[in-house]
């Protein structure tokens, strides 16, 4: 338990020094078109859009496709376990819980916030679609921006847990396109 204790004590302090940014950023929801916007986008990646994506892939590009719908598909599981292992040991409360101040914008999927398991995915199907689709990553590079700012936006996450998620995705997706030569 030591480390957990340790993890514990550094993100006291990390949420701190995050809070009055959360907070700024979190006010955005008071406009209903931003609200309504990054509450799209957060249930989109939840895993919706990448779904539809994957199964896309093989139509868009019968040559190389398939595979990479193959390996987007068991990345994308790869990186479900790894997230939800990583949140299971670095406990970290969520801002809005944390902090009255900052508002939810809709309710999360779970319980701890370290690191944003939405922004984790979409970093990683980014990277595995720049390497291999760049035109479609373009295509794609607004919605996962959008992710990663709904996180914060909607109070779900800090901007810490944001960005270790997209270093771990990029990391991940980057690694399976390498591993297989994509």
Request: hydrophobic share 50%; with cysteine.
């Amino acid at each position: 338990m030591p480390s957990t204790s340790k993890a514990s004590r550094f993100f006291e302090l990390a949420d701190q020094r995050e809070f009055a940014f959360c907070q700024t950023i979190n006010r955005a929801v008071r406009f209903r078109p931003v609200l309504g916007y990054f509450r799209l986008v957060s249930r989109l990646g939840d895993g919706w859009f990448w779904y539809a994506l994957i199964l896309s892939i093989p139509f868009l590009y019968p040559a190389s496709g398939p595979e990479l719908a193959l390996l987007m598909a068991l990345t994308g599981l790869a990186c479900t376990v790894s997230y939800k292992l990583l949140k299971r040991w670095l406990i970290r409360e969520r801002p809005f819980i944390s902090f009255p101040a900052i508002d939810c914008g809709t309710p999360p999927l779970d319980r701890y916030s370290f690191p944003s398991g939405h922004t984790l995915h979409a970093a990683c199907f980014q990277v595995m679609l720049t390497v291999a689709e760049p035109a479609l990553a373009m295509m794609v590079l607004p919605f996962t921006f959008s992710v990663a700012a709904s996180r914060v936006v909607l109070g779900l996450h800090y901007p810490s847990d944001v960005a270790a998620g997209a270093l771990i995705g990029g990391l991940m997706g980057y690694m399976a396109m390498s591993w297989l030569h994509f």
